[in-house]
Structures are given as structure tokens and as C-alpha cells.
């Protein structure tokens, strides 16, 4: 199983950014997906998932109505629109797929399948 993330850069603020990730060895249709994000010195922190049950998207607070997470099913990928971008928004970030992924959360269960990060970088 192989997880890659891509579409990473440096942007300005307000800017925009799509992440992709291709999922390998791994049919997305039966498992739940995820961003998550790591700024320097912070810990690791959710932004998005999908569940699997009925593909709904969950955003934590700081992303919602700016960033748009959907996968794609039989390209077995997954995206993060990422619109109005702040400095705040900086971190590497990692997508993720799980046996299972809580509706309206991104509390997961069961293996995990972890991609390495993209860079982001939101500055002026």
C-alpha cells in the first residue's frame, strides 16, 4: 500500500492550492480518507475526511468553507481544494486512509495507511 501526496508550493495569501494523493494497493471505495496537517513545532492536526459509509466530508473549524476534500474513486485518488489560503495554513501536510472513519469526525479505527507529505508554504 502507497500513499503520495503532491501539489504543494509556496503561495501567497488569499492564493489557492490543490493537493493530490494517489492511493496504491488500496481500493478507496471501501475505506475512509483523510488530511491532515503539521506545522513546525506543532503537533499533527486533522483538516479533513471522508467517511466511507456515505463519503460525507468533515472539516475541522479553521478550513471550513475555505478548503473542499473528495476523492475520486476509480482513479483511486483523493484531492484538497484549497482556497483563500492564510500564513496559518503553512504545514506539511499527509493524506491518510483508514478501515473506518467516525461520520462527522475524523476519529478513525482500524489500519492505517499513512502517505508522506507535501510542503505548504502560505507566505507574502
Known amino acids: 500500500v502507497q500513499l503520495q501526496a503532491s501539489g504543494g508550493g509556496l503561495v501567497r495569501p488569499g492564493g489557492s492550492l490543490r493537493l493530490s494523493c494517489v492511493v496504491s494497493?488500496?481500493?478507496?471505495?471501501?475505506?475512509?480518507v483523510g488530511w491532515f496537517r503539521q506545522a513546525p513545532g506543532k503537533v499533527r492536526e486533522e483538516v479533513s475526511c471522508i467517511t466511507t459509509t456515505d463519503d460525507s466530508a468533515y472539516y475541522t473549524d479553521s478550513v471550513k468553507g475555505r478548503f473542499t476534500a473528495s476523492k475520486e474513486k476509480f482513479k483511486n485518488m483523493m484531492y484538497l481544494e484549497m482556497d483563500s489560503l492564510k500564513p496559518e495554513d503553512t504545514a506539511v501536510y499527509y493524506c491518510a486512509a483508514f478501515d473506518t472513519v467516525v461520520v462527522g469526525s475524523c476519529t478513525y479505527y482500524g489500519k492505517q495507511y499513512w502517505g508522506k507529505g507535501t510542503q505548504v508554504t502560505v507566505s507574502s
Open positions: 494497493g488500496l481500493p478507496l471505495d471501501y475505506y475512509g
